[in-house]
Structures are given as C-alpha cells and as structure tokens.
C-alpha cells in the first residue's frame, strides 16, 4: 500500500518553457502532498506543501509565481516549472500522507523526476 | 546549528561488518524519527521509524533513540555491498506529521 507514482521520471526541456510534473497517490487517498527538491551530492529541501483544496505553502525563498502546484485532488498534485532557467535543473521528489495520517506516519516518496534545462 | 545534522561521509566499512549512522537534532519538542536510504539517482526508501527512547530491531537494521541526548542512530549489521548509499535522518516535529526536516545524509559504502 501507499503508492506514490510520479511522472516523468526524466525530462529536457529548452530554457524559457515550462514543465508539468505529476505526482498521484495510486492506492489511499493523499491530503497532504509535499515537493521536495535535491541538487547533486545535497539533502532534500522541502519546496512547498499542499493540502487538498487549498493553497500550496511554499517555504522561504522558494518563488511560488515560478514554481505553481495544484493539489485540485485526492490523489493528483501537480508542480508546474515556469519558464524554466539551467540552474532549475534538479531532481524533483514528490511525498505524500493520508488522512488520518499523524506524527508516527512515514512520508512516501514518488520515484523523482530528473529535470534537465539546456 | 542545523535541525538535523549527520556526518556526511563517506563511511566506509568492509563487507559483514556492522555500519552506525548517527543523527542529532536541535529541537526537543521532536516527535518522531525515521531512516530513508537513497541510493543514487533514486527517491527516498523508508528503512525505519523510531519513536520511543530505546532500540528497535528490523532484520540487519537497528535504530536507537535518546531524546535526552537528541540523538538517533542506525546500525547495519552484516553489511552488504547492496546497502551502500546515503542514509537520510528525517524528524517530524509536529502531531499532524505536516514538519518533516531531513538532515543531509551520510553516504555509506560497503567494501566486498
């Protein structure tokens, strides 16, 4: 249980465009989803969470004009990169957890998504 | 100081010998912890939880937890050349589980 699938897993895309990455929960029914990035040899770092129905929380420092998610329902949240630059180049991770879910539950991961920006 | 600080590495041992990974954190308002390994190129795979003082033992793997020492550990017994990779310490602060921080990893390699 608790699948979390994420696609692309890999994506090149010219600087200037934008890219669509999909985050869906396949088997529960995701509240909250979290968008993680992790630059090479680095930790994950929270980008911002989204809560079913609601406006995403973006952390500090993260452009919330630049980086759009949608989180529109139960089992979809979206991160849209806009008008994607070289140095947006990453691995995108996104988490998710359940209703119900409390301090003791793990996060579940999707499989990431290598962006690349030319 | 960082919220949750781990050696980054590499640790390296030999073949069947026992690994530990250390983690501590700064906050002590800190509910609960877990253990995800990464291997490269690859997202998070959750190896362990711990929330009470004490050991817990899954298999090869042991996590122990001192909240008064703010310190949580993993120990890899019979290391495997398969359990090389970065080990990531994640807290949650919170009783929703909505304030997950990760500390930035320690990569392990394991020597045949």
């Known amino acids: 249980g608790a699948v979390v699938s994420q696609h692309p897993s890999r994506v090149i895309c010219k600087s200037g465009t934008s890219v669509k990455i999909e985050c869906r929960s396949l088997?529960?029914?995701?509240?909250?989803m979290f968008w993680y990035r992790q630059f090479p040899k680095q930790s994950l770092m929270l980008m911002a969470t989204?809560?079913?129905?609601?406006?995403?929380?973006?952390e500090q420092g993260v452009e919330k004009d630049k980086f759009l998610i949608n989180h529109a329902s139960l089992t979809l949240s979206t991160l849209t990169v806009t008008s994607a630059h070289p140095e947006d180049s990453s691995f995108y991770i996104c988490?998710?957890?359940?209703?119900?879910?409390?301090?003791?539950?793990?996060?579940?991961f999707g499989n990431g998504t290598r962006l690349t920006v030319t | 100081q960082k919220e949750v600080e781990q050696n980054s590495g590499p640790l390296s041992v030999p073949e069947g010998a026992i690994a530990s990974l250390n983690c501590t954190y700064s906050?002590?308002?800190?509910?609960?912890f877990f253990w995800y390994r990464q291997y490269s190129g690859k997202s998070p795979e959750l190896i362990m939880s711990?929330?009470?003082?004490g050991d817990k033992e899954d298999g090869r793997f042991t996590a122990q937890l001192n909240k008064a020492s703010q310190y949580v550990s993993l120990l890899i017994r019979d290391s495997q050349p398969s359990d090389s990779a970065t080990y990531l310490c994640?807290?949650?602060?919170?009783?929703?589980?909505?304030?997950?921080?990760f500390g930035p990893g320690t990569r392990l390699s394991v020597l045949p």
């Open positions: 988490s998710a957890r359940g209703r119900g879910s409390s301090y003791n539950s793990p996060l579940h």
């Open positions: 088997d529960f029914q995701a509240t909250t």
């Open positions: 989204s809560n079913e129905g609601s406006k995403a929380t973006y």
């Open positions: 906050d002590r308002g800190s509910q609960s």
């Open positions: 711990i929330y009470s003082n």
């Open positions: 994640a807290v949650s602060r919170d009783n929703y589980g909505q304030n997950f921080v």
